[in-house]
């Protein structure tokens, strides 16, 4: 060991405290494995310090004779025992980590509040030389007055033990405790925190969530389940609303197709009929946009079979029309139409029905004529690196051919009846003059044309590879050096 260390053991002894200190504060969070080989490293060093010069911590602290050697020796060798329970905790939370992840962060405090009583109750017994059986039993005394006086904060504790045994629930799990539902953000010694769909904080005491009655959406991790309840009147008749409503379902692509949606009956009263679609989504995130797109897509296809959901702001005998009026007036495109407008066109409008599986419209052709959806699901198809691959489903009041009627270009997807279909068709040249002579109408249809193609065509060309920037380290492994 070098002199200067032999001359000046207690000032290396405290350079290597402060060392740690900075180490521990310097060094990144992301290098916890560095982090825990400096301390091992310095850990080592303090330690053959103290016992190259004789301060030993399994004994009292040497210089009897000169008080203030005395005192520091004493306080390095507390010191020495203090630094071997916190590099022990450190490194079993590193072990812990590997196996259990954050969840056991509060099964590791508990272990570390442990080690550092047996290292505070040795120093009392080697270096200070104290009675430890009589502060045992004061501190078990102690221990029992403080225990009763804590009892809500030591249930808490022990439940929080429980739940991180167990693992109803882990870090980033969405979840619902006695119907407060959100991510858990942390689960510390008394409390899982939640984040709400609010973005606000819900605390919970682990003695309550160890009670409730947890729901964890998260589990299993690749589905999440969610419903949509829809009310119709109770003269629908049940089958007709039900078929509307798989159709819905069909038209929802974000639904996992396994497990497969349903449409469930619920409850009748004389108010109305509750219907509920269920169904699951791969991501949790998904389920508010699914359960507006499905709500959405439920509504459009109970209008075309002629079911409206209740409001009792509607009227209940809403005027009589045929199948081709109602359809314009659901579209986006034609709403703008004058009534008497709507009456013409849909006198020049023909029905036309489509089987499952039945081509629509194929790729490439230049349609001559625009099909608007009146029920059914439509798949739209589109080719990549040689595949087909669905890329969107469309429903009632959506249009078809655009591209040939505006600017007889070729259609990019095959269009073709994922369920059984009807679709109105207008004619070219029919509906040309009417495009140049409502410019409302034209420019609403190429704003629709434009998002398609800009769509198809981010769909189906390749992303750009990123080249992958490697360091000289990386250099080196690769040339196998």
Known sequence: MPSFITDHPMFCAMVLILIDIAVWRLISADLANWKLAARLVIFAVFSAVLFNDGMNPMQAAPYVGNTALHLAATALQIGWWLFAARTLTVLLGTLMMQRVGHTGRLLQDIVGAMIFLVAIIAAMAYVLDLPVKGVLATSGAVAIIVGLALQSTLSDVFSGIVLNTTKPYQIDDWISIDGTEGRVTDIDWRATRLQTSQGSMAVIPNSLAAKAKIINFSRPADMFGLAVSVQVSPHARPQVVIEALERAMQGCRPLLANPAPSVAFKTSVSGGVDYEISGFVPAMALKREVRNQLYDLAFRHLQ???????????????????????????????????????????????????????????????????????????????IKGGHKFEAGRMGPGEVIGEAGVLSDQAT??????????????????????????????????????????????????????????????????????
């Open 304 to 382: 075309a079979a002629g079911v409206g959901l209740l409001s009792a702001t509607e009227s209940s005998t809403p005027p009589v029309m045929s199948g081709a009026r109602a359809l314009l007036e659901r579209s986006s495109i034609f709403s703008t139409l004058r009534q008497e407008e709507k009456e013409t066109f849909s006198q020049n409008m023909t029905l036309h029905t489509y089987r499952t599986g039945e081509m629509i419209l194929p790729a490439g052709e230049v349609s001559d004529h625009l099909f608007i959806v009146e029920s059914g699901v439509v798949s739209v198809m589109l």
């Open 412 to 481: 990019l997807a095959d269009f073709t009846a994922k369920t059984f279909c009807t679709l109105y068709r207008i004619e070219k040249a029919y509906l040309k003059p009417c495009l140049d002579a409502r410019h409302d109408i034209s420019e609403a249809m190429k704003a629709l044309l434009d998002f398609r193609v800009h769509a198809a065509q981010a769909l189906t060309q390749d992303a750009p590879v990123v080249p992958v920037k490697k360091g000289f380290i990386q250099w080196l492994r690769d040339r196998g050096l």
